[in-house]
């Protein structure tokens, strides 16, 4: 087991990278910057597209969202094999290799954003006849998708500059988003108790309110994510360490992992 | 754009690969054999954890499973670590690079099956004080869980085999759990129906027995992914690739894709 460690220290075990395999690798960069700049505005306008699809029980821009997940999925696709491509053609090492690991890891966060919004979509579109998403309810959702996406937007600015202080910005946000979850789950708890009959449809639309906040708040997590990774860029630190020393610094939340 | 082909053709820009590189690459090859398979068996084995504490409404065994899912973090680090440096340093090629690549992406869905998991313990953990899973939908979780789990010990003997057919077995299964999931949930209709007042515990208890349907339906959709990496190993067909052949062949299903 090698660890993390390779990809910092020169462990005198580097391959000798030609000036051209450099230049090359330089060139690598650049569009891997561009492909993943793509990749996230297109996972960010999924999210504000499904809450929108919500926000007005539009079960057409709903499937807008389904299907749009495609080109998230081709893109991951995409980026994947560039990546490889360059850790196999121009043998990157330390600094280098880690920038092309995170990418790979990166565009799994974006994928999972994806389907997240795609869920909230799926939910929207599956609504029973005549049912729609609690008014009440409307402004939670909107403020933590809002913040997820200036979220993303702030992360992949720090992605670009290699700006490992991001990470407390995110964790900041996703702190916010969490306890506007939080409060969103006692007002329903409140239009739940005053209920009078206990019927099927009505059930099935609390379930999905549940859902979606869930969604939204694992949206925070995997953004969270990104935050990590964009850190392990700038610093060499991997993502298990800084999630332990935080463990260690803060009591466990109640929050689900997924879903 | 380089696509999945340079991985399954040669395209005339291979560097070469020294007969010492070519050793070491079969040493590591079987070393992340090992490693998968035992990560594997982790995540198969919480799931069987997580239904059981379901079953008993057991919170302590809930919490095992919780704290268990650091250790397939930890091994996801351990693996990636070495695919990227098997990759830098044996400089694997077309079908070997591909091998790589895919493990890199199957412990992917071993990961998230371990999250899933940890989201069935943790709606276990947090069930109201003298509030216990619905008799009646043991039976269905059960069956669900235990499909899964035959599932993952099916594509792991393929990838051991390298045997591309795994992937006809996997869907059959996977359309059994979504039948099973789908029974369930009609029973649940049922139980609903039946209920007189509309009491906060008990539709928290439904939303559960919803989500951990969901749960282990969308732990199916994983392991089809890991079917799917198998048979990308065996034959350098893509997942997406595949994906679409399938989607034309077949209407799409009502089931969500996360959580």
Redesign the interface.
Known sequence: ????R??SENNG?D?KQSSLQRYLYAADKERLRTLLEEMSQIAAASIETAVGALRSGDAVLAEKVIEG?DLI??KE??I???C??S???R???RED?RFV?SV?KII?DLE?IG??S??IA??VR?LPEGITFPEEMIPFVEKMAEENIKMIGEVMQAFAGEDETVICTARERRKLIKETRSNAVSML?KI??S????E?DR?RL??TV??TL??LS?ISDHVLNLAERVSFIATGI?P?TLKRAQEKSQPKT?F????
């Open positions: 087991m090698k660890g993390m390779w990809m075990e391959k997940d999925d081709e696709e995409q994947d094999q560039e490889l491509y850790i196999a053609m043998q990157p090492m290799l690991y790979m799994v999972r389907d997240q795609v869920n799926m939910n599956d708890d739940i108790a209920e009078k009959a206990c099927n059930m609390f379930c549940i859902l869930r969604h694992r991997s298990l109640l689900d992992k997924e879903g």
